[in-house]
């Protein structure tokens, strides 16, 4: 299979359900801030972290695959019989756990935190930024255009990162700087 196909030269791409629609179409749009986001994570896990940290960010990355599908799949085709597209409360309880886990491990918070820090803990706050924003896409869609475990997912998957981030710094000795 060639990985150039031709059939988007015209400035349109295909959903799931075989609609065509633009580039710049809003659904598109969301699953290419998503996309970003992954491949951010990518670059974040490149960059030297605990095993634990890079094994949630590793299961992460394939949900990230499952949230993409549900937004090119406005039909619902694929999602009902691909249990890997799929995204449940189990999975954004396992986020709230690792949240949980996470911050027992570090101070309460007192002010806002500076972006920075490590290599890493700076890539992941970079990464909550783009969650945010594909969240703010995903938002925009509409309420019935993807299940709302997946609006619930990509809310937490941020507040996921801000964590790691305070967390990876924790880990090296790298004090987060606080807003005063």
Not at 115 to 136: D, F, I, K, Q
Not at 157 to 175: E, H, I, K, Q, T
Request: with cysteine; proline share 6%; aromatic share 4%.
């Amino acid at each position: 299979m060639k990985i150039y196909t031709r059939t988007g030269d015209g400035g349109e791409t295909a959903l799931f359900d075989g609609t065509r629609v633009s580039k710049a179409d809003p659904r598109v749009d969301a699953y290419g801030h998503v996309d970003e986001l992954n491949a951010l994570l990518g670059q974040v896990r490149a960059a030297g972290l605990p095993r634990d940290i890079d094994d949630e960010l590793d299961r992460i990355q394939r949900d990230l695959f499952a949230v993409g599908a549900l937004l090119a799949d406005p039909s619902s085709r694929i999602a009902g019989r691909v249990t890997r597209a799929r995204l449940s409360s189990t999975d954004i309880q396992r986020l709230e756990q690792w949240i949980d886990a996470a911050e027992s491990e570090l101070p309460p918070l007192r002010r806002f935190i500076v972006p920075g820090g490590t290599s890493a803990a700076s890539a992941l706050h970079l990464a909550r930024t783009v969650c945010r924003r594909a969240e703010r896409h995903i938002v925009s869609l509409g309420p019935d255009a993807v299940p709302p475990e997946t609006v619930r997912y990509v809310n937490r998957l941020s507040d996921l990162l801000f964590v790691l981030a305070r967390l990876a710094n924790r880990r090296a000795n790298v004090p987060d700087r606080e807003w005063e």
